[in-house]
């Protein structure tokens, strides 16, 4: 599985255009042949040149309530895979307790879901 380094400063000045631009392709079918939830968010930060690490680590959110937290990675795992530390699954973080995803299992395409919808399904890791 991958692990993602991001500068947050670098999210932070792109916040509102990166959210915007993900919201472009809401709609796109997920596909496990080129559009899952890692493909979404490499197209996205590659838009702005945003560095995604493989092998690297990561600092999670630590509170969705900080404006800072706007375009920023949640990294998620299946509620089945509860004892494991990897995440199985990843968003952008949109504001408002509210994350953009390719995801299977709430929709098969990039869709906006709240937390709350995303954590029925998925644990923060």
Not at 83 to 91: L, N, P
Request: glycine letters at 6%; a neutral charge; one cysteine or more.
């Amino acid at each position: 599985m991958y692990s993602i380094e991001t500068s947050p400063e670098v999210v932070i000045q792109n916040s509102h255009q990166l959210v915007e631009f993900a919201k472009t392709f809401l709609g796109t079918p997920f596909s496990w042949e080129g559009f899952t939830c890692w493909d979404f968010v490499k197209k996205v930060y590659a838009r702005f040149e945003i560095p995604m690490h493989v092998g690297s680590s990561i600092e999670p959110i630590a509170d969705f309530d900080d404006p800072r937290a706007v375009g920023r990675l949640v990294l998620l795992r299946r509620r089945e895979y509860r004892g494991s530390r990897r995440y199985t699954h990843v968003a952008i973080y949109i504001g408002s307790r509210q994350v953009i995803h390719s995801t299977l299992y709430l929709g098969g395409m990039v869709v906006i879901s709240t937390m709350e919808e995303v954590l029925a399904v998925y644990q923060i890791v």
